[in-house]
């Protein structure tokens, strides 16, 4: 396009003359043409962006809108998978465990480790970061927890390949057999005391039966204590481990030594009447890590099921003690 030619009329010289712009005005009609073009472009690039749906962008937005659902699909899975693991670990600790005599597994070993990574960072400038974030927060719990259960079901293998050995040491069989038994004195839990006259708490059995009758070692084990103890009379104690120990009072005579190693079944003392004792029986207790435990809950060897329900009636039925 030619460049436009202006004139001025000079009233002296009565003709016209060119006008010739500046410098100035030249370069300002420069930038303003320019900036003209430039957004008259911006807008015919938006305008075609959002009216015209290219090949590639709608390919990239579909590849977007894929990714997305794929997350969010993800998300959906870990909290499935969370959900299970959660489950597992309620029955490690609650069932598995238990049943063991193991302690629960600690949220400080189940869940340590899960302090936020550097390599996550990146995802900070993501403009789905906060679902991206979400979901790899997810994995690396599920990640632990797996990792965890992975160790406490070994633990569980170590303890269930000593099963054989605690059974050995739990006590599980009554403390004389059944023909020497006369009568069960008296239970475990309150009963009237027969020297004061009150009601207290009697932390074992009483099995009423003449003096002599052999006494046996309800578990293996090792003799801890066996000697005279206060009102027990004469004593054994036996220390069996995983924190069971037996006591056998108000013996006649005791047949074992302190330090001594006995198996279930051997006989370690004579039913008597010494100590605080009202008459000739055997005062016998259960106690783990020191409680005393309800000693008609171990008997379930050697005794048939007619007379382990009938073991139960007498100890129910037993209303003073001997001791």
Do not use: C
């Not at 460049?3 to 010289?13: A, G, L």
């Not at 600690?106 to 993501?126: C, H, K, N, V």
């Not at 004061?196 to 009423?208: C, I, L, N, P, V």
């Not at 000739?280 to 409680?291: A, F, I, N, P």
């Amino acid at each position: 396009m030619a460049r436009k030619t202006f004139y001025r009329y000079n009233p002296v010289t009565d003709s016209y003359e060119r006008v010739y712009p500046s410098a100035r005005q030249r370069l300002w009609s420069v930038l303003r043409q320019t900036i003209i073009g430039v957004a008259v472009g911006l807008g015919v690039a938006i305008g075609a962006y959002y009216l015209i749906d290219f090949p590639r962008e709608r390919k990239l937005r579909d590849e977007n809108q894929r990714l997305r659902a794929s997350v969010e699909l993800l998300d959906h899975r870990s909290d499935r998978a969370i959900n299970v693991m959660e489950d597992i670990m309620a029955r490690d600790n609650n069932f598995y465990r238990v049943m063991l005599q193991t302690d629960p597994l600690p949220a400080s070993r189940r869940f340590a480790g899960l302090e936020r990574q550097r390599i996550y960072a990146e995802f900070d400038t993501m403009p789905d970061y906060g679902l991206v974030g979400i979901v790899t927060g997810k994995l690396d719990l599920l990640d632990r927890m797996l990792y965890a259960q992975s160790k406490s079901f070994d633990e569980l293998m170590q303890q269930a390949g000593s099963l054989k050995d605690r059974a050995e040491h739990i006590p599980s069989i009554p403390p004389l057999s059944e023909k020497h038994l006369k009568q069960m004195a008296s239970g475990y839990g309150y009963r009237r005391d027969p020297v004061y006259g009150t009601s207290r708490f009697h932390e074992g059995m009483d099995f009423a039966a003449d003096t002599g009758t052999p006494v046996y070692a309800t578990a293996d084990g090792t003799v801890d204590w066996a000697d005279w103890k206060s009102a027990y009379g004469n004593l054994i104690e036996i220390r069996h481990g995983y924190n069971y120990t037996t006591r056998y009072a108000h013996l006649s005579k005791i047949l074992v030594s302190k330090g001594q190693t006995v198996k279930r079944g051997d006989q370690i003392g004579l039913v008597g009447s010494t100590g605080k004792s009202t008459g000739s029986h055997l005062h016998y207790e259960v106690r783990l890590s020191g409680e005393p435990q309800n000693p008609v809950n171990y008997y379930f060897y050697d005794l048939t099921p007619e007379e382990y329900d009938e073991m139960i009636r007498m100890a129910e039925n037993a209303g003073h003690v001997m001791d």
